[in-house]
Antibody, heavy 117, light 106 residues
Framework: QVQLVQSGAEVKKPGASVKVSCKAS????????MHWVRQAPGQGLEWMGW????????KYAQKFQGRVTMTRDTSISTVYMELGGLRPDDTAVYFC??????????WGQGAMVTVSS | IVLTQSPGTLALSPGERATLSCRAS???????LAWFQQKPGRAPRLLIY???SRATGTPDRFSGSGSGTDFTLTINRLEPEDFAVYYC????????FGQGTKVEIK
């Protein structure tokens, strides 16, 4: 079945970087864009950007430009989201979501990132 | 595009109808509007896309309507498993989410 499996929880210090992975299975990896969305504790959903796994072209939300990098490894059907310059308000659950036609129909289970000194 | 959902919280009893609103700051092109359900500790689940098309597995008590700047999610005859937070999202280029409406048991 189609699924996205993300890496585990991370604890980072302010100023550090975190790299979250999202492994896809059950479909042709390069066929659909992958999006990243985050959710701070008790808050709503915030779109971060997308990557085209076929071409590696990316588009980032303006808020994260310069701090986020999305990459992919087609050999293992995995996309990555790296966020640098971490601050305590980056503490959130980070989700990947498959987006055919922009519709987020399959989500990963989420990866908790905690930023604390 | 900014999406504003109302009300923030809706307290209803099982069997009642829920009406959730999502208003966009500018017209949503081609009705690229989706609705998601999220339960605590879980990833969001797609319910509606294209403003009114039910996603695979979405029960028919869920219906979406609207166009332009005003959209509605209606849940007929609330079931116990429907109490959750609901988000609307524009996916025509900004992928913005609304702030959510919590449907809680009265």
């Amino acid at each position: 079945q189609v699924q996205l499996v993300q890496s585990g929880a991370e604890v980072k210090k302010p100023g550090a970087s975190v790299k979250v992975s999202c492994k896809a299975s059950g479909y042709i990896f390069t066929a659909y864009y992958m999006h990243w969305v985050r959710q701070a504790p008790g808050q709503g959903l915030e779109w971060m950007g997308w990557i085209n796994p076929n071409s590696a072209v990316t588009k980032y939300a303006q808020k994260f430009q310069g701090r986020v990098t999305m990459t992919r490894d087609t050999s293992i059907s995995t996309v990555y989201m790296e966020l640098g310059g971490l601050r305590p308000d980056d503490t959130a659950v980070y989700f990947c979501a498959r987006g055919p036609g922009g519709v987020f129909n399959i989500w990963g289970q989420g990866a908790m990132v905690t930023v604390s000194s | 595009i900014v999406l504003t959902q109302s009300p923030g919280t809706l307290a209803l009893s099982p069997g009642e109808r829920a009406t959730l609103s999502c208003r966009a700051s500018q017209s949503v092109s081609s009705s690229f509007l989706a609705w998601f359900q999220q339960k605590p500790g879980r990833a969001p689940r797609l319910l509606i896309y294209g403003a009114s098309s039910r996603a695979t597995g979405t029960p028919d008590r869920f219906s979406g309507s609207g166009s332009g700047t005003d959209f509605t999610l209606t849940i007929n005859r609330l079931e116990p498993e429907d109490f959750a937070v609901y988000y609307c999202q524009e996916y025509g280029g900004s992928w913005t989410f609304g702030q959510g409406t919590k449907v809680e048991i009265k």
